[in-house]
């Protein structure tokens, strides 16, 4: 795995009112949500400085993403935030995937095709932090 993070995802109330604070009020650039054709799907991706983004779903989809529930203990909390680890295939999902098991990771949601056509999986971290592991056919990020 490498020493990368690509995705912050952050728990949100209100998607609607969450895009309105952080493109209109902060001025962050993002094309809003997309995803609206899924249920649990929508979600908005603000474009940060080196390549990093900002991602605002809904706590109630990341716990039904991750396949968590959203009450303690593994939530509200655990539903808060992700953190994003984007890689350049299907392959190298499953074999982070791995690394994170052996390294005592818990896997939460095994790697599997996603209903947004990409590839994903969810481990916490021996601290129970939620971190997502994805290829998204639409990204590119080196292998």
Same mark, same amino acid.
């Given at each position: 795995?490498?020493?990368?993070?690509?995705?912050?995802?952050?728990?949100? +109330? +209100?998607?609607?009112?969450?895009?309105?604070?952080?493109?209109?009020?902060?001025?962050?650039?993002?094309?809003?949500?997309?995803?609206?054709?899924?249920?649990?799907?929508?979600?908005?991706?603000? +474009?940060?400085?080196?390549?990093?983004?900002?991602?605002?779903?809904?706590?109630?989809?990341?716990?039904?993403?991750?396949?968590?529930?959203?009450?303690?203990?593994?939530?509200?909390?655990?539903?808060?935030?992700?953190?994003?680890?984007?890689?350049?295939?299907?392959?190298?999902? +499953?074999?982070?995937?791995?690394?994170?098991?052996?390294?005592?990771?818990?896997?939460?949601?095994?790697?599997?095709?996603?209903?947004?056509?990409?590839?994903?999986?969810?481990?916490?971290?021996?601290?129970?932090?939620?971190?997502?592991?994805?290829?998204?056919?639409?990204?590119?990020?080196?292998?």
């Amino acid at each position: 795995m490498k020493p990368r993070i690509t995705v912050l995802t952050l728990g949100v +109330d +209100d998607l609607e009112r969450a895009v309105r604070f952080y493109r209109d009020g902060l001025g962050f650039p993002t094309e809003g949500i997309v995803g609206t054709e899924f249920i649990h799907g929508p979600v908005a991706f603000l +474009d940060l400085e080196g390549g990093l983004k900002l991602a605002l779903f809904p706590r109630a989809s990341i716990a039904h993403d991750a396949g968590i529930s959203a009450e303690p203990p593994n939530g509200p909390g655990r539903t808060e935030m992700t953190i994003g680890h984007n890689v350049a295939s299907e392959a190298e999902v +499953d074999a982070t995937m791995s690394r994170a098991l052996e390294a005592g990771a818990v896997i939460v949601k095994p790697a599997q095709a996603s209903f947004w056509g990409g590839y994903a999986g969810y481990f916490q971290d021996p601290d129970r932090h939620l971190w997502e592991v994805a290829w998204n056919p639409h990204w590119v990020f080196p292998g």
